[in-house]
């Protein structure tokens, strides 16, 4: 900390801090909570936020910073008549008028101000008194919207553990970190195929859900956001879920019991719900005009108190999810606990589902060139989709998703209907590949646009299980679940890079792992061409190489510097 006598003082203490770090501007009067100030100066989201009396710049704001400053000195030495006494507004006037985005903190009841007489500073300090600073910080580390399980039996007391964490020095990534490895614990006495485990494997579940709300709440109460923090909470979620769900496939397989095809469906049927939840929210996040009934509705009814824990906890979020996952699998079987989870999950599919199309249909809005790249990239078209485009040009194609859920139930009905080893799903799967272009022809502006990724992705993964079943091997179902996880991994990180405006990832990696159209079409011809045990091997093999690339390139980019600085607050589904 350096104290400035003036602007030209100021402009030459910040000249000398290194330009990789952060600077703040405090005016000396200031009086005002200290958790108000770290909203304002330590954010690490923002290049530049302001509150009243305070301003801070990060590395890409400080030159326009600087600029003002200098301004501001020459201004003071050539006598120039100032309007505003107060330094710090006058840079963040400054700063705005320079077009940088300067981020201003909601205080809610935090106090911050710069009084002009003792009287007003003996009034601001009464309110500052007023107000428990910590409180209030303890407060806002919860979100302010979330599940019903989550507010009322999880947050009151996860956001003392986030706290305790705080105090001993722990990082979000350390307790993300070790949600994972509960949940993967939890994985593994699931696995055991015993009582004691599926006991142990349940309450270890909800420690874990107890650890994952920890640590976005750790990361708020800090104010502790990174690159690296937005990766693994993006995807451990993710990941804990879908490797619980293998656990207890392995558990029920102990037993006797095979429900690998459960446990598949359920990521299939989780993962589609997840990209209709993306691509709604791309498709529709800076439309203009977009107003509907509907929506007007849905507002509505969330003025109702009870209607929005209803409605809430309809869509069977995380939280509802896990504890539901985690008390039928302590209390009955793995084959339960699937048939529950798919049926809810089936029931919230379709209400949220319908629900968007009704809001769709009935919504004037007019959608960007921007989010119309985002569902094309959400595609995940490949190199056969990109080379027929060149000859379906001529063609008149037109709704993609009605064509997108034509094709794709096409191939998965030809490979469930035909029996193992026929070329019915691979001509099913060459038509799907001749029109896959329909998705590129031209922007995905329609009304129900944002529908051609989640049909895509139902087509790609219900074709890999309904393949693998019909396979009738020891492993080919497991192995099923490994590609699958794998592919959709990939689709995850692409929405995360997304929402955090970095953009798809790179066009070499679409093509090298085929696109959603290559591998589809590569999965048919390799149930056509090899006998169950071969396909097992293939699939493996598939879902291995895969994996590694996808893995590389994606832990490669959000370890980097070009990855968004943001810090995800996941999603309902």
């Not at 074709?463 to 192995?479: F, I, R, S």
């Amino acid at each position: 900390m350096r104290v400035a006598s003036d602007a030209g003082d100021a402009e030459t203490l910040l000249a000398a801090v290194p330009a990789n770090q952060r600077v703040a501007i405090v005016d000396a009067r200031f009086v005002g909570h200290l958790h108000a100030l770290r909203l304002g100066l330590t954010d690490p989201r923002f290049e530049a936020a302001a509150l009243a009396g305070a301003v801070s710049a990060q590395p890409g704001a400080r030159q326009a910073l600087t600029r003002a400053l200098a301004r501001e000195s020459s201004a003071a030495t050539g006598g120039a008549t100032v309007v505003m006494d107060n330094l710090a507004e006058r840079i963040t006037a400054a700063l705005d008028a320079d077009g940088v985005q300067v981020h201003r903190p909601d205080l809610g009841t935090l106090v911050a101000a710069v009084p002009a007489d003792p009287q007003a500073r003996n009034e601001v300090r009464q309110a500052v008194t007023a107000v428990d600073d910590e409180a209030v910080r303890l407060r806002t580390a919860v979100k302010s919207r979330d599940g019903f399980f989550t507010t009322h039996f999880i947050s009151p007391y996860s956001r003392y553990l986030a706290r305790w964490c705080a105090r001993r020095g722990l990082t979000p990534n350390q307790v993300t970190t070790a949600s994972l490895l509960t949940a993967l614990v939890a994985a593994g006495c699931a696995a055991t195929g015993t009582r004691a485990g599926f006991v142990a494997a349940g309450l270890l579940l909800l420690f874990s859900f107890v650890l994952d709300c920890a640590d976005g709440q750790l990361a708020r109460y800090s104010l502790q956001y990174s690159t690296l923090g937005a990766w693994l909470d993006a995807t451990f979620d993710r990941a804990k879920e879908y490797a619980y769900y293998a656990g207890l496939a392995l558990g029920a397989a102990r037993g006797g019991d095979d429900v690998w095809a459960l446990a598949l469906g359920a990521m299939v049927l989780q993962s589609c719900r997840h990209i209709v939840d993306f691509s709604f929210n791309e498709a529709n996040h800076d439309a203009t005009a977009n107003t509907s009934p509907t929506a007007a509705l849905s507002d509505k009814l969330d003025s109702v108190g009870w209607t929005v824990w209803l409605r809430r906890m309809i869509v069977l979020p995380i939280g509802e999810r896990w504890a539901m996952i985690a008390v039928l699998t302590a209390l009955t079987t793995p084959r339960i606990t699937f048939y529950a989870l798919l049926i809810g999950c089936a029931f919230a599919a379709t209400y949220t589902t319908a629900g968007r199309v009704l809001r769709s249909l009935t919504r004037k809005a007019r959608r960007t060139d921007r989010a119309a790249q985002a569902l094309a990239d959400l595609t995940d078209s490949g190199p056969l989709a990109e080379f027929l485009t060149r000859f379906a040009r001529r063609l008149r194609l037109r709704g993609p998703a009605c064509v997108a859920l034509v094709t794709g139930a096409l191939v998965v009905l030809a490979a469930a209907l035909a029996p193992y080893g026929s070329w019915w799903p691979v001509l099913a799967a060459v038509t799907y590949v001749l029109l896959s272009p329909v998705a590129l022809l031209k922007p995905l502006k329609g009304a129900l646009d944002w529908l051609v990724p989640p049909f895509y992705r139902a087509a790609e993964y219900g074709t890999v299980l309904v393949l693998a079943a019909k396979a009738d091997v020891n492993g080919a179902l497991p192995a099923a679940f490994g590609l699958v996880a794998a592919v959709a991994y990939h689709h995850y990180d692409t929405v995360y890079r997304i929402r955090g405006n970095a953009g798809a990832p790179p066009h070499w990696l679409v093509r090298a792992i085929g696109g959603h159209e290559g591998r589809t079409l590569l999965v048919t011809v390799l149930a056509a061409l090899l006998v169950p045990t071969d396909f097992k091997v293939a699939l493996t093999a598939l879902a291995v190489a895969v994996a590694l690339v996808v893995l590389v390139e994606s832990i490669r980019f959000w370890v980097s510097s070009q990855a968004p600085a943001v810090h995800d607050e996941g999603e309902p589904a």
